[in-house]
């Protein structure tokens, strides 16, 4: 409704005044040469300030989950803020199993995310710095000749928006965008350790079974990465699959020695299946921990002591084990 | 996130939150691992409470139903918790778009008259 014409207005305005705040990317995207748009996202028009809820409808439907904009309303708008917060809209994609990746403050994994056929959604400044009108809208595509977005906004369904004015307003905003994903399928652009922290809080909201998902992703991608297959050890500590987290501890272990976080999880893992014994080799084999490690150390140390030592296979993991 | 130093970062700040950590189930879990900021993450169950608290009220005094608070809080991670906590007031809540139209034209003039800079700033 005025929305939507308010935004068209406002652009204008954004350019009239000379945006000229992403230069760079405006050449990254003149020399991309190419287009996309991804015709098949669902549109869902928003009501007086839910942007937010169908911004976030119209990106969760696009990965195949049924819901509406309705339904969002109860998890993501505050009322008297007129508005939705982002760290609700992160919140809120992980209640329907998906991970919700905030993409690097630059165009490139935007475009990159595009032509993998995600629609990306983003925070705009419609207005100015110090007055700020703060919008959702999501990406469908873009076209570099033409040096045009193309954005389901508003109550627009295919709102072209100059390069400009749109860089302007994201610019504004803190180049904030996040796509959404499956857990098993980390998106193209993305960088391990962006990964893992969106993965992570499903584990502290209760959902382990779609944060061990997203560590599986993680070293299927990152195979080299000592921190995701420490994740993957500590997800699958938590599901007490001790024998499997032990294998990731050590494989990250391999690869990075001076991870003191896999070293004390792996002795814990040991404790754990009553293989102290074994531990005492991990133990051993360790130089003196950070000093910041120090306490955690010790206290698995004096764990180390007290615990029941059984017949354990001897591990001589010193290689990567494939077990993905 | 930034590329390439990525790792060291993690190496480092898992290094100085791990002394401070809820030994949950004995491990070192992995959001303070990868958190990016020391105080990212809620380290203490008091804390926690105590921010969860803080959060749920600002939310039911901006008007949203008693009935869907909890949910909500269910649904945030611990540093998402820490960042509403301490910048709710002040963080963004994209939908408002309605503009009064002298306001806007007000801004303008400031800007023309180079009393304000915003647009050319970058």
Known sequence: MRCAMNTRTLMALVVLLGGC??????????????????????????DQYQCGPAALATVLVSDGVDVTPQQLVSQVYVPDRRGSLQAEMLAATRTYGRVPY?????????????????????LQNLGLDRWPLWHYAVLVGYDANAQEFLLRSGTTHRQRSSARS??????????????????????????????????????????????LEGYEAAV??????????????????????????????????????????????LVRTMIAQGCAELAQAWVEDAVAPPAEMESTWRGTLVSLSEAPSEFCPPSTHRTMIDIR | MHKGNGFALALT????????????????????MVAQESRAVVVDRIEHALAGEAVAAQLQ?????????????????????????????????????????????????LELLGITNVFRRV
């Open chain 1, 21 to 46: 705040a992403a230069g760079p990317e405006l050449q990254l995207l003149r020399e991309s040469g190419s287009s996309v748009e991804l015709a098949d996202v669902a549109f869902f028009p928003q």
């Open chain 1, 102 to 122: 905030v993409l690097n403050k630059s165009l490139a994994p935007v475009l990159e995310a595009l032509h993998a056929g995600h629609p990306v959604l983003l």
């Open chain 1, 166 to 211: 749109l860089l302007a307003s994201w610019d504004l905003a803190g180049r904030w965008s996040m796509v959404v994903v499956p857990a098993h399928a980390p998106p193209a652009g993305a960088d391990v350790l962006g990964w893992l922290q969106a993965v992570a809080p499903f584990e502290s909201t209760g959902n382990l079974a779609t944060a």
């Open chain 1, 220 to 265: 299927a991608r990152w195979p080299e990465s000592a921190v995701a297959w420490t994740a993957l050890g500590n997800a699958r500590y938590l599901q007490q699959s001790f024998p499997a987290a032990q294998i990731a501890y050590q494989n990250a272990l391999v690869l990075v020695p001076e991870l003191w976080v896999a070293r004390n999880n």
């Open chain 2, 13 to 32: 700040v898992a290094a100085m939150l791990a002394a401070s950590m809820p030994a949950r189930a004995g491990i070192v879990g992995t959001e303070h």
């Open chain 2, 61 to 109: 005094a901006w008007g949203v139903a008693p009935e869907h608070v909890s949910a909500r809080l269910a649904a945030l991670s611990d540093a998402e918790l820490q960042r509403l906590e301490s910048r709710m007031g002040t963080d963004p809540a994209g939908g408002v778009l309605v503009v009064i139209g002298a306001v806007f034209v007000v801004l303008i003039i």
